[in-house]
């Protein structure tokens, strides 16, 4: 069965640090790729995709992620974080034609 | 706005009663699906639909769950016979928004 596999439970970072969450997925189809972010008390926002060209994908908010299909990792990243950066961040994928399946998530929180 | 709106948005019931939640996408999509979300974990699957026919269901949709899309547009997600098991979030979304989603409490 399609897995999808986050790295880390929980992130703590200081204002200004790089951020790079890993993501990893089991299945070795076609298959795009997505991180969402969730606030606090709110829903799941897109944060960016990937479904097929330029591998490094850039998102909103100073997001991007990088798409490597040897590792079947697709990693997130931010140069430096913000406060308001604190959420929890979700890795998810879907194959052609089927639904989305999510990572369990990994909660950041950066400290002023 | 991701353009669904979920309603209500929250909802609590005693075990044992019907609920039915209802999910309005903005504009015409061709996909809906349904999720749920406990505490602390990703979403997970349920079913969706490819305009008004339900293509899967996870094992998770017990025989207490039904949800349809009469027209494909709008859809609704009802549980019967809820039991405190079934408290969680329940997330619509259309092809890659997600809405705000139905709090459910189950007592």
């Known amino acids: 069965a399609q897995s999808v596999s986050q790295h880390n439970h929980h992130v703590i970072l200081s204002e200004a640090a790089s951020l790079e969450l890993g993501c990893n997925y089991s299945?070795?189809?076609?298959?795009?790729l997505f991180w969402y972010v969730q606030y606090p008390g709110q829903h799941l926002q897109l944060l960016l995709k990937?479904?097929?060209?330029?591998?490094l994908v850039k998102g909103i908010k100073g997001f991007e992620a990088e798409f490597i299909k040897s590792k079947f990792s697709f990693n997130l990243r931010k140069p430096s974080v913000q406060w308001s950066d604190t959420a929890e961040y979700f890795c998810?994928?879907?194959?052609?034609?089927?639904?989305?399946?999510f990572g369990p998530g990994t909660r950041l929180s950066v400290l002023p | 706005d991701t353009g669904v709106s979920q309603d209500p948005r929250h909802k609590i019931t005693k075990r044992g009663q019907n609920v039915t939640f209802r999910c309005d996408p903005i504009?015409?999509?061709?996909?809906l699906y349904w999720y749920r979300q406990t505490l602390g974990q990703g979403p997970e699957f349920l079913t969706y639909?490819?305009?008004?026919?339900?293509?899967?269901k996870s094992r998770l949709l017990s025989d207490r769950f039904s949800a349809e899309r009469p027209k494909g547009s709008f859809s609704t997600l009802e549980i019967q016979r809820t039991e405190q098991g079934d408290s969680a979030m329940y997330l619509c979304?259309?092809?890659?928004?997600f809405g705000p989603g139905t709090r459910l409490t189950v007592l």
């Open positions: 998810a994928v879907i194959l052609y034609g089927q639904n989305f399946v």
């Open positions: 299945y070795g189809g076609t298959v795009n």
């Open positions: 990937y479904f097929s060209g330029d591998p």
């Open positions: 504009s015409e999509h061709n996909r």
């Open positions: 639909f490819q305009n008004e026919a339900q293509l899967e």
């Open positions: 979304a259309v092809e890659q928004f």
